[in-house]
């Protein structure tokens, strides 16, 4: 039998190795304002050794409704790689995107950008370009964070300080004032200008 001259032939298999192919669906990767950021700890002395790691249970009840649950997510991720790596590491914007699930939408306003400066509007990070300094520690709430926190998380905030302030040695602060980095402030970051100062005792 001869072949049809009308009948196109057949496309060759792809053989392109999987890793080599577009990334979902042949889309573009989203665009940053920075596509690497090299982070870095930003030490404190009385947070390092007072304050609440990002992971635990005090971060995860009363910080969440504060910074929300991409920022907090971010927060965790970070003072993670930054204990494996504490001489610091190259983050990669469109990886971390990806890996933390929050969108590929790309830009300043895109999900994973925003919950970056949310954390540097809390004090959890500072950006300077593309150096980016991550607190291992987070302090506890100021009473104004509390103050908005829901009924429920302040009755429970006023119980963790009372059963803190009642140990004859506390392994935590209890009370805080943020160190302001010069620059605009949100409407919803804490000024800080009422603050008590630590109590390290």
Do not use: N
Request: charged share 30%; glycine share 6%; aromatic share 6%.
């Amino acid at each position: 039998m001869h072949d049809d001259p009308t009948t196109p032939p057949s496309e060759p298999p792809d053989t392109t190795p999987p890793t080599d192919r577009p990334v979902g669906r042949g889309r573009p990767d989203p665009v940053f304002p920075e596509s690497t950021l090299s982070v870095t700890a930003w030490p404190d002395p009385v947070l390092d050794r007072l304050g609440h790691d990002p992971r635990s249970g005090y971060v995860e009840q009363f910080w969440l409704p504060v910074l929300g649950p991409s920022c907090l997510l971010l927060v965790r991720r970070l003072a993670a790689e930054i204990e494996r790596a504490p001489d610091g590491f190259a983050l990669d914007s469109t990886r971390w995107a990806q890996e933390l699930g929050v969108g590929m939408k790309g830009g300043r306003h895109s999900p994973f950008w925003r919950a970056l400066d949310r954390a540097c509007r809390f004090g959890a990070a500072r950006r300077h370009g593309q150096r980016l300094s991550v607190r291992r520690r987070l302090p506890p709430l100021t009473s104004r964070q509390v103050e908005r926190l829901p009924e429920s998380l302040r009755q429970a905030h006023d119980a963790w300080i009372e059963a803190r302030l009642a140990r004859p040695h506390r392994s935590t602060v209890t009370r805080w004032t943020p160190r302001l980095e010069p620059g605009p402030q949100s409407d919803d970051a804490d000024t800080g200008a009422d603050r008590d100062f630590p109590d390290a005792a």
